[in-house]
């Protein structure tokens, strides 16, 4: 870590900014950090989402003594018209399966 | 911070960005509070970007619906039963001079009807849930 790098390269980085900005007349630094803001917000709600569906997996009602078939009749019937979801699911259930037999 | 502030005032406007309202609705979700999740999902407008992520808690706030109308109903079945078997056997002469059977009822029949309210208003939901879908 170095304070006089950091400065330097904060100066280089707003001159480079700032002939940009003069050259093409856009605002790149702000164009930049949207885009990385966007990136991050949707990698939190896409994990999000993820979580959730874990959850609601969970929330199914099964017994411990249910089979896989069963358990898949189980998830099509409520999954009737949900293809999205339906795919998540089996997604992770043979994920699970693969964990577990591995 | 600035979300808590400004989101919940700005929420029934539907200006609010798609993500917003997402993030909210898996809250409401998380808490199996369809109504408010509905109303949410109803707000938001799923901007182009964010449509499959949009029909994908819809979906996901579907399902739920359907859950909790299963526990219901499985409920509904079991309370019925036992309401069947009260009334057989409050009956039989050695059970007429006995209140609790009759209270007994009272409270199954009162627990029924809330159920039976609960299964109404989810199948409500599921429907207007399958509405928003189409638009």
Redesign the interface.
């Known amino acids: 870590m170095s304070i006089p790098g950091a400065l330097v390269g904060a100066l280089i980085g707003l001159g480079a900014e700032i002939a940009l900005r003069e050259m093409t007349g856009l605002d790149v630094i702000e164009g930049i950090l949207e885009i990385i803001g966007a990136g991050f917000?949707l990698i939190r709600?896409?994990r999000?989402?993820y979580e959730?569906?874990v959850?609601?997996l969970k929330?199914?009602?099964i017994r411990p003594d249910d089979d896989y078939q069963r358990v898949l009749r189980r998830i099509d019937e409520?999954?009737v018209?949900?293809p999205?979801?339906r795919e998540?699911f089996l997604k992770l259930m043979e994920a699970g399966v693969r964990a577990k037999t591995a | 911070m600035l979300k808590r502030v400004l989101g919940k005032p700005l929420e029934n406007t539907g200006a609010l960005p798609t993500?917003y309202y997402?993030?909210e609705i898996?809250r409401s979700?998380?808490h199996d509070n369809i109504g408010e999740a509905v109303k949410l999902l109803r707000m938001s407008k799923g901007a182009l970007i964010?449509k499959?992520?949009w029909?994908?808690?819809r979906?996901?706030v579907?399902?739920?619906c359907?859950?909790l109308k299963?526990?219901h109903s499985r409920r509904i079945g079991s309370i019925e039963k036992k309401i069947r078997e009260l009334r057989k056997h409050g009956k039989l002469p050695w059970q007429w001079f006995q209140k609790r059977p009759v209270e007994k009822l009272g409270q199954y029949e009162e627990t029924l009807a809330l159920e039976k309210r609960a299964q109404a208003l989810l199948e409500k939901y599921e429907i207007e849930l399958?509405e928003i879908g189409k638009r």
């Open positions: 917000g709600i896409d999000r989402i959730s569906t959850k609601l929330g199914v009602d409520l999954t018209d949900l999205e979801l998540s | 993500r997402l993030h898996l979700l998380d964010d499959s992520r029909e994908m808690v979906q996901q579907v399902f739920r359907r859950v299963d526990g399958k």
